[in-house]
């Protein structure tokens, strides 16, 4: 079954510093990944996507990831964070693609603090 | 372009009572709609999807029940709520595998 596992539950980062946000996957086929901010009280607004091509991903706000098939992951990497960065980030496989569903399947989010 | 409209953004209800929340999208025919539910710690849980005018596909068991009365409305509903039904809702559509999500409503049950 697909699943994605998120291990960082919260991280804290300093304003300027990089970021990193672990995103294993577990998927049959070539995944199609995402990943998705979330500001609190607020839906989803897509980062980035990968579906096929270069392996490293260019995202809105400064951010990018890359896709690993060897170690099943999809990183989020940003090299400056705002404070404006913080909120909770969501990596997710889409499942079902082709076919009628396009399914979602997401990770538990990580928690992003930043601190001044 | 495409929009998605989710309401209420917030509701307080008893335990009990019943439960209805609206999902619009504009702008697309034929989407592919979602409901997903969003608990503390927990992610995000598919809860039910739809391809079509009533056609519901349901991901997990449980006390609630969706239907797609037209293209693009997309209604969850209870006939009584529980507790554990609390938390928050977020209505999707997909296009090319990429979801697009409504602002979400805040469900608690009292």
């Known amino acids: 079954a697909q699943s994605v596992t998120q291990p960082d539950i919260h991280i804290t980062v300093s304003e300027g510093a990089s970021l990193e946000l672990r995103c294993n996957y577990s998927y049959g086929a070539t995944p199609y990944l995402f990943w998705y901010v979330q500001s609190p009280g607020q839906g989803l607004q897509l980062l980035l996507k990968y579906f096929s091509g270069d392996t490293l991903v260019q995202g809105i706000k400064g951010f990018e990831a890359e896709f690993k098939r060897s170690q099943s992951s999809f990183n989020l990497r940003k090299p400056s964070v705002h404070w404006s960065d913080a909120a909770e980030y969501f990596c997710a496989v889409g499942a079902g693609y082709g076919g009628a569903t396009n399914k979602l399947i997401f990770g538990t989010g990580t928690l992003l603090a930043v601190q001044p | ?110």
């Open chain 2, 1 to 110: 372009s495409q929009t998605i409209h989710q309401w209420p953004a917030t509701l307080v209800q008893p335990v009990g009572s019943p439960l209805s929340l609206e999902c619009t999208v504009e702008g697309t025919s034929n989407p592919n709609l979602y409901w997903y539910r969003q608990a503390a710690g927990r992610g995000l849980q598919l809860l039910f999807y739809s391809v079509g005018i009533g056609q519901i596909s349901s991901e997990v068991p449980q006390n609630l029940s969706a239907s797609r009365p037209q293209d693009r409305q997309f209604i969850l509903s209870s006939k009584k709520l529980l507790l554990s039904d609390s938390g928050f809702y977020l209505c999707a559509w997909s296009v090319n595998g990429e979801g697009f999500f409504g602002q979400g409503t805040r469900l608690t049950v009292v």
